[in-house]
C-alpha cells in the first residue's frame, strides 16, 4: 500500500507543478522525502522473506534428523552459528543496501533463536510452562528487531507475545494482564519505526484482548464493558480528530477498531446472553442508531474503513433479529417498521443539519 500511495503522490507532484502549485525545488524536496522514507516491498524482498522462513525450516529440521548423532557441545556450537550467521547475513545486506533482505535474515535468526530454546530444552531435560519457552523467544526476538529496526522481526514479535498470552489464558481462567506489557513494547516500536501496517496489527491485537475480557472477567458475562470500552475509544478518537487534525491518519482507524469492538460486546449481549426481549429491543435500538451515527460520521470525516465496518455491522444486526423475531410475522414486521422510522428519523435530521450548515448556521 505504501508504494502505491508513494507512486501515486509522485504523479500528482507532477501535476501539482505543471499547474504552478509547486515549485520545482518544491517538488524536489517533497519527492525526495517521499523516497527516502519507508522500505519498499518488490518481489525480490517477499520472495526474500519467504526464503529466510524456508530456510530456517530447513535448518531445524537438519538439527533435528541428525540432533541423536551429535555430542551436546556440537549441538550449541550449530545452533549458535545459524542463528548468528543470521545476523551476520543482516548487516552484509544492510551494507549494501538491501534492506528488505537484511529483515528477512534477521527474521531467520529470530526463528533459529526460538528453535534453539526448545532444542536446548528437550536437550538438557528441562522441564517448564512452555509459555516461559515463548516469553524467552519474544524478549529475544523484541531486542533484534527494535535493535535492528526489523518490522517483520517486530510482527514475529507480536504474534508470538499473543501465543505466550494464549497460553498463558488456556491455563488458567485469569486475565493474562502482562500481556499489555508486550503489547506496549512493540506498538512503540512500531510508532517509533513509523510501520504503520505493523499498528493496524497492534491495534486488532488489542482489541482482540479488550474482547476477551468479556468472556474472562464476570464469570464469563461482562460484555457490556467490552462495549463501554468501545464507545469510548470511538468517542476518544473523534475527540482527537476534532482537537488534533494533524493526527487524524491515527484516529481514523483507531476509530474503526473501536466501532468494532462496540459492536461485537453489544452483539453478544443481544444474541448470546439470552436477554428477556424488552432488553433486546432496547439493545436492538441502541445499536443501530449507533450504526447509523458510525455510518453518517465516517461518510463526513471519509472514513472507508470505519463505514464498511458499520455498514457490514448493521447488515448483520439486522440478520440476526430477523433471526431471532422470525417466529412471529407481526414482530418481525413490528420491528422492520421500527428500525425504518429510526433510520428515516436520524436520515430527516441529517438533512436538517446539512441545510442549516448550508446556510450559514440559520434554522432552515
Known amino acids: 500500500m505504501w508504494s502505491l500511495y508513494k507512486k501515486r503522490l509522485l504523479r500528482d507532484l507532477d501535476r501539482w507543478q505543471s499547474n504552478g502549485w509547486v515549485s520545482e525545488q518544491g517538488?524536489?524536496?517533497?519527492?525526495?522525502?517521499?523516497?527516502?522514507?519507508?522500505?519498499?516491498?518488490?518481489?525480490?524482498?517477499?520472495?526474500?522473506?519467504?526464503?529466510?522462513?524456508?530456510?530456517?525450516?530447513?535448518?531445524?529440521?537438519?538439527?533435528?534428523?541428525?540432533?541423536?548423532?551429535?555430542?551436546?557441545?556440537?549441538?550449541?556450537?550449530?545452533l549458535l552459528t545459524c542463528v548468528w550467521a543470521g545476523y551476520g547475513a543482516a548487516g552484509w545486506l544492510e551494507r549494501r543496501g538491501h534492506s528488505m533482505l537484511a529483515d528477512a535474515a534477521v527474521l531467520f535468526s529470530s526463528g533459529m533463536f526460538g528453535a534453539s530454546i526448545m532444542l536446548v530444552s528437550q536437550m538438557y531435560h528441562i522441564a517448564g510452562d512452555p509459555a516461559d519457552g515463548v516469553l524467552l523467544w519474544w524478549?529475544?526476538?523484541?531486542?533484534?528487531?527494535?535493535?535492528?529496526?526489523?518490522?517483520?522481526?517486530?510482527?514475529?514479535?507480536?504474534?508470538?507475545?499473543?501465543?505466550?498470552?494464549?497460553l498463558k489464558t488456556s491455563t488458567s481462567s485469569y486475565v493474562h494482564w502482562?500481556?499489555?506489557?508486550?503489547?506496549?513494547?512493540?506498538?512503540?516500536?512500531?510508532?517509533?519505526?513509523?510501520?504503520?501496517?505493523?499498528?493496524?496489527?497492534?491495534?486488532?491485537?488489542?482489541?482482540l484482548f479488550i474482547i476477551s475480557l468479556g468472556y474472562q472477567l464476570g464469570s464469563g458475562h461482562s460484555h457490556?464493558?467490552?462495549?463501554?470500552?468501545?464507545?469510548?475509544?470511538?468517542?476518544?478518537?473523534v475527540a482527537v480528530e476534532k482537537f488534533r487534525p494533524d493526527l487524524d491518519h491515527v484516529a481514523a482507524p483507531l476509530f474503526a477498531y473501536a466501532v468494532a469492538v462496540a459492536f461485537e460486546g453489544l452483539f453478544?449481549?443481544?444474541?448470546?446472553?439470552?436477554?428477556?426481549?424488552?432488553?433486546?429491543?432496547?439493545?436492538?435500538?441502541?445499536?443501530?442508531?449507533?450504526?447509523?451515527?458510525?455510518?453518517?460520521?465516517?461518510?463526513?470525516?471519509?472514513?472507508?474503513?470505519?463505514?464498511?465496518?458499520?455498514?457490514?455491522?448493521?447488515?448483520?444486526?439486522?440478520?440476526?433479529?430477523?433471526?431471532?423475531?422470525?417466529?412471529?410475522?407481526?414482530g418481525t414486521s413490528v420491528f422492520f417498521l421500527i428500525a425504518a422510522l429510526i433510520v428515516a428519523a436520524l436520515s430527516y435530521a441529517a438533512l436538517q443539519l446539512a441545510r442549516r450548515s448550508s446556510n450559514g448556521g440559520l434554522p432552515a
Do not use: K
Not at 440476526?320 to 412471529?328: E, K, P, W
Open 27 to 78: 517538488r524536489v524536496a517533497i519527492a525526495d522525502e517521499i523516497l527516502s522514507s519507508g522500505r519498499s516491498l518488490n518481489l525480490a524482498s517477499a520472495l526474500g522473506i519467504l526464503a529466510s522462513v524456508l530456510f530456517g525450516f530447513a535448518a531445524i529440521s537438519f538439527v533435528a534428523a541428525h540432533w541423536d548423532d551429535m555430542p551436546r557441545l556440537a549441538r550449541l556450537l550449530l
Open 139 to 166: 524478549i529475544g526476538t523484541f531486542v533484534a528487531g527494535a535493535t535492528l529496526r526489523s518490522n517483520p522481526t517486530l510482527a514475529l514479535t507480536l504474534i508470538l507475545v499473543c501465543t505466550w498470552s494464549f
Open 178 to 207: 502482562p500481556f499489555l506489557i508486550g503489547w506496549g513494547l512493540v506498538t512503540v516500536a512500531f510508532a517509533w519505526q513509523r510501520w504503520w501496517p505493523g499498528l493496524h496489527l497492534s491495534a486488532l491485537a488489542l482489541s
Open 224 to 237: 457490556d464493558l467490552v462495549a463501554v470500552i468501545g464507545v469510548l475509544a470511538a468517542v476518544g478518537a
Open 268 to 330: 453478544v449481549l443481544q444474541f448470546f446472553e439470552n436477554p428477556v426481549s424488552g432488553r433486546l429491543i432496547i439493545l436492538a435500538v441502541v445499536t443501530l442508531v449507533l450504526l447509523v451515527a458510525v455510518i453518517a460520521y465516517a461518510m463526513s470525516a471519509g472514513n472507508r474503513g470505519a463505514l464498511w465496518i458499520a455498514y457490514i455491522a448493521f447488515s448483520i444486526e439486522v440478520l440476526a433479529l430477523y433471526g431471532v423475531t422470525v417466529g412471529s410475522i407481526l
